[in-house]
């Protein structure tokens, strides 16, 4: 999620990258704002690929978006699913990309955790963190039936490709059992944690791990998250949407990044003008420490520094 502060409105966002990039262009580095990042971009090639093929599935031509436009957002939704089960990809990423904005090499230049390492501007102040076990739902949606040893091989080669070997040595598989839960492991320090580490060490003012389960029944049919951080489990605690059935520990928790969160949206600082149950600490080149949202609450240093 991206909070944005530009002069005086809030703009919330789901995925990190898609204004989080336009953030890094020279244009708008005058622009006065506070950024709060909790989450890829498709190349020009990879956009117009699902758009010929969304334009088939609602009998618009591709140039056509009176077409598009006529079509209701059910229509689309349906046609988007359909879509994502043709494309062939050796890129398991690409179906959780969203579909715009695109790398144009106008306004967005590369991937967010490239573009950062180049830029050459200050910085303004912002907030970013990862969930524990963000990559649960992925994993667990995309392999419905369990993945043994030769599957868990062949899924690290298609996907890291030369540096497939590196990342057999670091997470080799284990027995014979299933390794779906070996997958969201390597998953999440390579789509979440690896990228906000890079991050926090260029760009980052206060970072956070967000590592507490839904205390209560919120995941309706999708069980396989009960008792997982899963991607999106914060978000009953950010906006409080379900205060009346957390628990004690709960509540604590979701007053606590309210707290902060609204303070950093006002004047920079999560920890005034109202004083949170826990202070945040900035993160320094020094100290890389960040806070862990957990029962109990605590700070801690160094996330997955041995990984």
Not at 165 to 186: A, N, Y
């Amino acid at each position: 999620m991206l909070l944005l502060k530009c002069n005086h409105f809030f703009k919330l966002q789901s995925f990190k990258t898609l204004q989080c990039q336009y953030l890094l262009g020279k244009k708008i580095s005058s622009i006065k704002y506070h950024v709060i990042l909790l989450n890829l971009y498709r190349t020009y090639a990879e956009y117009v690929t699902s758009g010929i093929l969304l334009g088939e599935q609602l009998n618009c031509s591709y140039t056509d978006i009176s077409c598009f436009r006529a079509a209701s957002y059910q229509q689309i939704a349906a046609a988007q699913k359909v879509v994502n089960t043709l494309l062939k990809s050796l890129k398991i990423l690409l179906i959780f990309e969203p579909w715009v904005p695109t790398i144009d090499n106008l306004i967005v230049h590369g991937q967010a955790v490239d573009t950062i390492k180049n830029v050459s501007f200050p910085l303004k102040p912002l907030i970013i963190g990862t969930l524990t076990e963000e990559a649960v739902l992925y994993i667990y949606e995309d392999w419905h039936k369990p993945v043994y040893s030769t599957q868990y091989t062949e899924i690290t080669v298609a996907t890291f490709n030369r540096r497939a070997l590196k990342v057999l040595e670091r997470f080799p598989p284990v027995g014979t059992r299933d390794q779906r839960l070996l997958l969201v492991s390597v998953g999440m320090h390579w789509m979440f944690a690896c990228s906000t580490r890079v991050f926090a060490r260029k760009a980052a003012t206060y970072t956070y791990v967000f590592g507490y389960p839904l205390d209560f029944d919120g995941w309706d049919n999708l069980t396989l998250c009960n008792d997982y951080v899963c991607h999106g489990s914060k978000l009953s605690y950010v906006f409080e949407s379900a205060l009346v059935n957390f628990t004690d520990a709960g509540r604590q928790l979701t007053t606590n990044i309210v707290t902060s969160w609204t303070n950093f949206g006002k004047i920079h600082d999560p920890n005034q003008p109202v004083i949170p149950s826990l202070l945040w600490p900035k993160t320094l080149i020094n100290s890389k420490q960040h806070v862990y949202f957990q029962n109990p609450l605590q700070v801690q240093e160094n996330y997955l520094k041995d990984d």
